[in-house]
């Protein structure tokens, strides 16, 4: 079946620190990949997405690019902020209006 | 910027109560979701929801759930006999087609 690996967290990074975030996926056809982030006490918001092979999402200097090959979708960021501290989750969708399929989230603690 | 809202913020039951949480998806989308996310756990989906009929729904969606979208603009989520096991944050979402937008939660703690 369809399914979404992350990274284990917590990650806990220096202000200005390189940040990756692994998520990787099975699913049969072509599915469209998606972050959302999940500030404390706050719902899920869309940070970025990619709908097709080779495409790169970005959103507030974060950046993923949809590998077919390594069927993966890793979430980056060139400096990270305290104001970065979240939980992110990896998902996918595999038609137009399915069902989210969401990884088990990775914490992020930015430290000044 | 149009939002998916929901009612209540914090729900407080007890056990084999019934609760209805509320939703209001953004209004020109077609399909809605319920999704639950256990404290510290990922978020799981419920039920799809797509021209007045549940279109796919998991294994956690049992009996004890039903949707409903009662007017042109609200979408809620009964439980009718809570468990424990029911304490959860409870998301609903909206698509027009290929984003899903989600609501900001309803925690639902049952004692």
């Known amino acids: 079946g369809n399914s979404v690996t992350q990274m284990e967290g917590p990650v806990t990074l220096s202000e200005e620190a390189f940040l990756t975030i692994n998520c990787t996926y099975t699913?049969?056809?072509?599915?469209?990949l998606f972050w959302y982030v999940q500030y404390p006490g706050e719902g899920l918001q869309l940070l970025l997405k990619?709908?097709?092979?080779?495409d790169k999402g970005s959103n507030k200097g974060f950046e993923a690019t949809y590998r077919k090959e390594t069927t993966s979708f890793h979430l980056e960021k060139g400096s990270v902020q305290v104001s970065d501290s979240a939980v992110y989750f990896c998902a996918l969708g595999t038609q137009g209006a399915d069902k989210l399929i969401f990884g088990t989230g990775t914490r992020l603690q930015v430290f000044p | 910027e149009p939002e998916v809202t929901q009612t209540p913020s914090h729900q407080v039951t007890q056990m084999g109560q019934e609760v209805i949480l509320r939703c209001v998806p953004i209004s020109n989308h077609l399909y809605f979701y319920w999704y639950r996310q256990i404290l510290g756990q990922k978020v799981e989906f419920l039920v799809s929801f797509y021209n007045n009929e549940i279109s796919e729904k998991s294994e956690i969606f049992d009996d004890q759930f039903s949707v409903e979208r009662p007017d042109g603009s609200n979408f809620t989520l009964k439980i009718r006999s809570t468990k424990l096991e029911d304490s959860a944050m409870y998301f609903c979402?909206?698509?027009?087609?290929?984003?899903?937008?989600f609501g900001p939660g309803t925690r639902l703690t049952v004692l």
């Open positions: 990619a709908t097709k092979a080779d």
């Open positions: 699913a049969t056809g072509y599915p469209s």
């Open positions: 979402a909206s698509t027009g087609w290929n984003e899903q937008f």
